[in-house]
């Protein structure tokens, strides 16, 4: 089942739209409006430039597509009937639900090693699409550190000289254009330049997070309450997210690296990985 684009609550739809116009927005800004003022129009860097922004924005797009693409649930295969040891009961789906997986009210699904909701793809993030949501974010942060490098010399150039009114204007862009202290143009590229800024920082934050949560093997619900039951060890934990062809993952969305569980049973620390019984 290939769960629908568009998201079911408002405030994941405005996320979602705002997450796609700032790649757009950020994209244009960068080729149409700084490279102009650093290159001579046939520059082989500035086409360069323009190459590294398409492939990072390609990337982007293809694992956002993915992550809400991807069947997070537990799809064909046939839950039991029998309730069996650690799964519970989801009165919402009215189905016994793996160890590791949990229903999302926003998604209205139960959904495979559940880790969580992502507002800006409007889905949830689990065992079968982790790795492109990982992808995702780290190419956004890629993008947004090649666009504050690009900026800087740019949005500075703007005043003129370095002081208050810079500082201000590139902390604060709305106000400073609300009150007169910014024109238009010098508001549209501080505003910019801002975006880019917070969201490095935050993208920075969040990625350190979620290496560490998947070095450790766990899920934000699980390090939240401090479970290691299905540690193996970081390389074998990468592994349960990117799979077999980690190394191809960074590069093409679209291939296929197996992992080594199905999302329904997980291997323990000092345990092999069985196949379920049939009840």
């Not at 740019?154 to 910014?182: D, E, H, R, Y």
């Not at 143009?185 to 505003?191: G, L, N, T």
Request: glycine share 6%; net charge positive.
């Amino acid at each position: 089942m290939v769960r629908k684009f568009w998201p079911r609550e408002r405030s994941d739809r405005f996320a979602l739209v705002f997450f796609l116009f700032a790649i757009s927005w950020v994209f244009a800004f960068e080729a149409f409006l700084v490279l102009p003022t650093i290159y001579e129009p046939n520059d082989w860097m500035r086409m360069l430039h323009i190459t590294n922004g398409l492939f990072i924005c390609i990337q982007i797009l293809m694992n956002f597509y993915y992550v809400i693409a991807t069947n997070t649930t537990s799809g064909s295969y046939v839950l039991p009937t029998v309730q069996k040891p650690e799964w519970r009961f989801c009165s919402a789906c009215e189905i016994y639900q793996p160890p590791r997986s949990f229903h999302c009210h926003f998604c209205n699904l139960c959904v495979l090693k559940r880790d969580h909701h992502c507002m800006f793809t409007g889905n949830c993030i689990g065992h079968a699409n982790m790795r492109y949501y990982m992808w995702m974010i780290i190419y956004t942060w890629l993008g947004a550190l090649y666009s504050n490098i690009l900026n800087f010399d740019f949005v500075w150039g703007l005043s003129g000289k370095f002081g208050f009114l810079t500082l201000f204007s590139s902390g604060f862009p709305i106000l400073s254009w609300a009150f007169g202290l910014i024109d238009h143009f010098s508001f549209v590229a501080s505003f910019t330049n801002s975006l880019c800024l917070v969201g490095f920082i935050i993208l920075t934050l969040l990625i350190g997070y979620h290496i560490g949560s998947i070095a450790a093997g766990q899920t934000v619900n699980e390090r939240s309450h401090n479970v290691h039951d299905y540690d193996l060890g970081w390389k074998e934990n990468f592994l349960e997210v990117f799979g077999n062809k980690w190394y191809l993952t960074w590069l093409m969305p679209y291939v296929h690296s197996q992992y080594k569980s199905d999302g329904i049973v997980f291997r323990k620390k000092g345990s092999r990985l069985t196949a379920p019984k049939d009840m």
